[in-house]
């Protein structure tokens, strides 16, 4: 079984990387790549929380209980029926490519954690292998300093299905070996390949020959690299999120183009905050008096009533920096959306990452010069609304579509 490839029990630093991951949603798997699994737990083409969720606890499951490759797809079984989830390939594949890359990298990763003691690192692949690739097998019995770029590359597992690991050597461990110092490292080839070949957004990534495209990194690495105090905490750009290593990446096609609405969506300014909040909540069948339940484009449950309105006194505040009027455009961004994305940030003054949420969509009123930009967004602990109709605000859209893509109007 696999389990006994990683290690028959688990250990505390295996459990805790697992634990400290994040759940995100992504429509495939090439939406998180390499180092950014340190952060995020994703199954691909798992679009929806709740069946991430139920995942999440089905490995974490597999690998603090040790339970095995055939109680998983029990598990997995359940989650399919329960969420009717239609994913790609064979039921058996399916489950055992979920099941051994958790407990693959997840061990790697605590592996890393505590190889950070020793000196140098030796290469060993697994001699149990019925069908080894040449280039892992010809990597066994490597040994290099730890530090060595080697590893931040190939320490395993590098590639699907791989069992090789990484065991760690003190200087009297050369004298054993007839070593006086480490290896020299392989020369390195890179060579380039395309993935996702089948969705809506192929590209090609340049990966180490004898290496899967998604393996090129050292599992925990990244994680361990952002303990390390920053000089100061920066805003969030396109490219980051104050974290190093973190899931997001940059729109690189437009959205849809803005729809066109008449010009009575927008609401009279001076109208009481009751009556902004009601335009609002009317979009999705509620009221101030009743909330609703309704489902996003992505099937995600969202309640909205007054609640979302009220301040910390309890008093309605619908009108709240001038957004009044433009409620419904609003509640149009988070009902019919042009693009949902899902960001990983991480908050330096609490020592965490989150999950912001963000439902994007531009329209064209009538009467209006430019287009209006609506922006909903969701994190954990609130919500926050932005609508604009300044040219000037197109750099806080582009600033807004960073991250995972999960929906993108047809």
């Known amino acids: 079984m696999a389990s006994a490839a990683f290690g028959a029990l688990p250990f505390a630093e295996q459990l805790a990387f697992f634990q400290r991951k994040l759940n995100l949603p992504t429509t495939g798997w090439t939406d998180i790549y390499t180092r950014e699994h340190d ?24 690998i603090a209980d040790g339970t095995t490759l055939e109680d998983f797809r029990r598990d997995f079984d359940m989650i399919v029926a329960k969420h009717g989830w239609d994913y790609n390939g064979g039921r058996d594949w399916r489950s055992r490519v979920i099941y051994d890359t958790n407990l693959a990298t ?41 530090d060595d770029p080697f590893w931040e590359t190939h320490f395993p597992p590098n590639g699907w299905g791989c069992q090789c690991t990484v065991r760690g050597l003190w200087s ?3 004298a054993k070996l007839g070593k006086s110092e480490p290896d020299q490292a392989p020369e390195v080839h890179y060579v380039d390949q395309v993935i996702g070949k089948n969705s809506q957004n192929p ?16 599992p925990g690495a990244a994680r361990m690299r952002s ?35 008449p010009g009575s969506v927008v609401l009279p300014q001076g109208l009481a905050s009751a009556d902004y909040a009601q335009a609002f909540l009317a979009e999705f069948g509620a009221d101030l ?17 007054k609640e979302l309105f009220l301040d910390a006194k309890g008093n309605l505040k619908a009108d709240k920096r001038g957004r009044g009027p ?9 009902k019919d959306p042009d693009e ?25 009123v009538e009467g209006e010069d430019a287009p209006a930009l609506a922006v909903f967004e969701l994190t954990p602990d609130g919500w926050t609304g932005v609508t604009t109709f300044a040219p000037e605000d197109l750099a806080y859209l582009e600033g807004s579509r960073v991250g995972v893509r999960l929906y993108k109007r047809p």
């Open 227 to 261: 303990a390390i105090p920053p000089e100061k905490p920066v805003l969030p750009t396109n490219t980051a999120s104050g974290g190093p290593g973190l899931p997001n990446h940059v729109a690189a096609d437009p959205l849809p183009p803005p729809r066109a609405l």
């Open 203 to 218: 590209r090609t990534v340049r990966v180490p020959e004898g290496i899967d495209p998604g393996f090129e990194y050292a």
């Open 326 to 334: 433009f409620m419904r455009l609003l509640a149009m961004a988070l």
């Open 39 to 62: 952060w995020a737990f994703v199954v691909a083409g798992a679009n929806r929380d709740a069946i991430v969720s139920d995942f999440r606890a089905a490995v974490e499951r597999a």
């Open 106 to 146: 997840s061990y790697a990763a605590g592996r890393y954690e505590q190889l950070q003691a020793a000196p140098y690192w030796q290469y060993e692949h697994a001699d149990w292998v019925k069908h080894p690739r040449e280039l892992h097998l010809s990597w066994d019995g490597l040994v290099l300093a730890k």
């Open 172 to 174: 009297r461990d050369l």
């Open 340 to 364: 949902v994305w899902a960001r990983v940030e991480w908050a330096f003054g609490v020592n965490r990452a989150f999950v912001r949420r963000r439902y994007i969509a531009r329209f064209t």
């Open 289 to 305: 008096a009743a909330p609703a339940v309704v489902r996003d484009v992505l099937g995600e449950r969202l309640v909205v009533g």
